[in-house]
């Protein structure tokens, strides 16, 4: 089990391999993998981090989520766009409504094509609104917040699925399903 500061630390790993590893001068291969050493001096330098290959290891033995790996002196995310064989997960009966924040300049697109995971297998979820707003402000000061329709996505085959935290996980919703939440 990973203590407060470790689990920051955890996700600070997971954000800068999944999302934004320009923000941490990373360059990922085409595998999503990035040299552990390197990863290290700027993960440390960046980010303040005091990592060294024992910690990352430690995290990694004790964690309770895989959100990153270590293989052949290279470390990836686990949940990264270039896994092959998708992580399977058990149905669940979502609440009524989800939400999902996301910058401005998507909107159109989304609005357009539906919410569809791009990089990630599943698309992400907040069970709450205000968690949404905290999500989409990593991308947006103030991100719109898109009001899922889980009832009717359910009748017409939409599959979602629980995690921990209030957090849900789905696969592509068509836009039909979506309602920008106002103010």
């Known amino acids: 089990m990973l203590t407060k500061e470790e689990q920051r630390i955890s996700k600070t790993i997971s954000y800068a391999l999944r999302h934004k590893p320009e923000e941490f001068d990373l360059l990922l291969d085409?595998?999503?993998?990035?040299?552990?050493?390197?990863?290290?001096?700027?993960?440390n330098k960046t980010a303040g981090l005091a990592?060294?290959?024992?910690?990352?290891?430690?995290?990694?033995?004790?964690?309770?989520?895989?959100?990153?790996?270590?293989?052949?002196?290279k470390i990836r995310a686990v949940y990264g766009h270039s896994i092959k064989k998708k992580i399977e997960k058990e149905v669940a009966v979502p609440p009524e409504y989800l939400y999902h924040g996301t910058p401005h300049k998507f909107l159109d697109s989304i609005l357009t094509k539906g919410l569809i995971p791009k990089g990630r297998q599943y698309v992400h979820l907040s069970q709450e609104q205000e968690t949404a707003v905290t999500v989409g402000k990593r991308r947006d000061d103030s991100p719109v917040i898109l009001k899922v329709d889980t009832r009717s996505a359910v009748n017409e085959g939409v599959c979602f699925y629980q995690e921990l935290e209030g957090i849900w996980l789905s696969d592509p919703i068509p836009a039909k399903y979506l309602e920008v939440v106002t103010d």
């Open 30 to 43: 085409s595998e999503g993998y990035t040299e552990l050493s390197e990863f290290i001096e700027k993960m």
């Open 51 to 73: 990592l060294t290959v024992d910690k990352l290891h430690s995290l990694l033995e004790r964690s309770d989520k895989t959100r990153w790996e270590i293989t052949d002196q």
